[in-house]
């Protein structure tokens, strides 16, 4: 399982993509769903009072509105383990995290609709003097930001948690500016910055500040009375504590930037129910209106989808749990922070609408109640489908290394074994597809997997097992003058080059047997988090290359890199990394991506206490060349205190990335 949070997205997440199911896809009429409250108690309760999910919980509120009225919401758990002060729906806060999307993006239809905003219009006429450099021809729009589409070469800060310092919404939008590298509308990626963009535009065009601007024309007009942006003394009381997986509490922690549109609101379950009816009511609830219902059947629309047999995103909506749709046109949005997790669900076509928030790390509740949910309300008929009958040579152009576009540490190794099916070998295991239409195939959980070509016919993007972006498919890496075939290292080297990590020296060698720096070695590592290198001043005294030391700031930002004792914040940058420092790095990643890693192993030789833990996991996984031979007793000398080569280093990350999710 993947718990890597950020920004009120999931940047590391065990969300599947699951199966776009499309109504007409074959399925029977669906049932009627729920018809009282009453019946919708009885289902939650039974869901609540399984022992797994009793174990598992902290708190909960689940909310369910139908067409103009709330027909169910309840509070489980607690707010407040310590205090046992249980859930309370209408009066408990949580931060909702990447919900907070759908309110921004419904402070932009609102412009819209006042001719203020062209959605397809250049998006620098709304900017002022604040420029987004564009590496390609095409515009950047409304559109783009509003559906993931902007070809940003990054979408998430470094940070998603404030433990203390103001950081204005202008500020945070102008120092992280990103570069467009993708063509804009060409591929989805979920992205964080243009969701903070889009309240920097508000902010522009209404001339009040963005928390402002929601308050007075959706949170007021809606009586959201315990919403907000930025916490108050009110809400403070009312807040729900967040808890780690293992139920221990997380200090509370702010926004960045302070009050951010992509995932900085406090709600309760009473205040979204209100939001919802008006989304399933043409814009309109409790005699307030804050859309016309063009406007909202607009934002209701899924577009950009990687074929027609996959829902794509909507406006300020997305579509995860995909497989469980049931054939029903579902549109969500989920938001995950430390502590808080929460999934909003519309059904337009029943005006049927669903929240449920939980306050603690861990399981997947959030998902498992959807799905119980739909299963229960909206169960899926199953009938036979017919599969597209295509040869090995056909489905040879699919073949190839993948890497999503946000967390390019996942990776998608699609291969064609020759009986007319696909697998694909990813974080979550090994997969068998069989095609069901051109481009599209399904696994044997039913889950989907989308292809796209470009314009040139090649095969550019996948999309499966991955709700928040698509993959690129990697072209083979260009060779360097001193790597041959014959170089024993040479397989990782170019599996590292490939994902697009590792940079030629000016005259094109590779340097195998050249020690790397601790600088190259965390880049390197960077590189594979998608993170955004970090604009503030070095908190580390070393002086290294200025393309270094943002990646460099953020991996110490993170927790990967830390000092090294000495007051003066030396990391002796430009010095060889051991191999134990090495190790430390990436167990430090394994442990974030997966949680508490543990692992058994014999060492020989020579290592330091403080890494012990961590060249135990590098030598149980063999995540290294063959530098590295066990003795006949089975112990390994990992040579821990040696400096890494560059040809070893490019072996620890090939293996590491390979051996993704397996422990």
Partial sequence: MFRFLLCGGLLFSPL???????????????LPGPKDGREVEAFADRFFSQ?????????AAVVLVKEDRVLFQKGYGYADLAKKTPVDPGKTVFRVA?????FTATAVMQLAEQGKIDLNGEVGAYL???????????RLTMDHLLTHTTGFDYSDPPSSVNRGSNIALSTFVEQYVPNIVRNPGE?????NYAFNLQGYIIEKISGQPFSRYISQHILEPLGMNSSSFSITPEQRAFLATAYTASKEAIPEYGSVPSESPDGGMLSTGGDIAKFMIAHLNGGSAGGARILQEQTVRKMQETRHSIHPGMQGEAYGFETFYQNSYNGQSVIGKAGDLPGYHSWMWLMPEHKIGGFIVVNGDGADVKE??????MDHFYPKTTVAKSQVKTSSLDLGRLAGIYTDLRIPLWTFRVTIPGDGQLEIKDIGGTHKLREIEPLLFEDELGNKAGFKANASGEIAYLYYNKVDSWAQKRPLPERFSDVDDAQPYGEYIYGVKQLGWLEPAADGRFEPEKPITRAEFIVQVMRGTGITPSKQSPTFSDKVDSSFSGLVQSAMDMGFVQGRGRPEQLLDLNEPITRQEAAMLIWRMAARLQGPVKAQA?????????????VKYVVSHTLYGPEIVPDRSGAVNYQSKRPMLRQEAAALLDLFIKKLGTS
């Fill in 16 to 30: 599947l993509t699951g199966s776009a199911a499309h109504a007409a896809e074959g399925y029977s009429r669906p």
């Fill in 51 to 59: 022992p797994q999910i009793q174990k598992q919980l902290t708190g």
């Fill in 98 to 102: 990447s919900i907070s999307k759908s």
């Fill in 128 to 138: 002022g003097n604040l420029k987004i450099p564009n590496q390609t021809n095409q």
């Fill in 187 to 191: 591929a989805y990626r979920y992205d």
């Fill in 368 to 373: 498992a109640f959807f799905k119980a949910f």
């Fill in 602 to 614: 014999q060492l020989a030789g020579e290592t330091d206490k403080w890494a012990e833990e961590s």
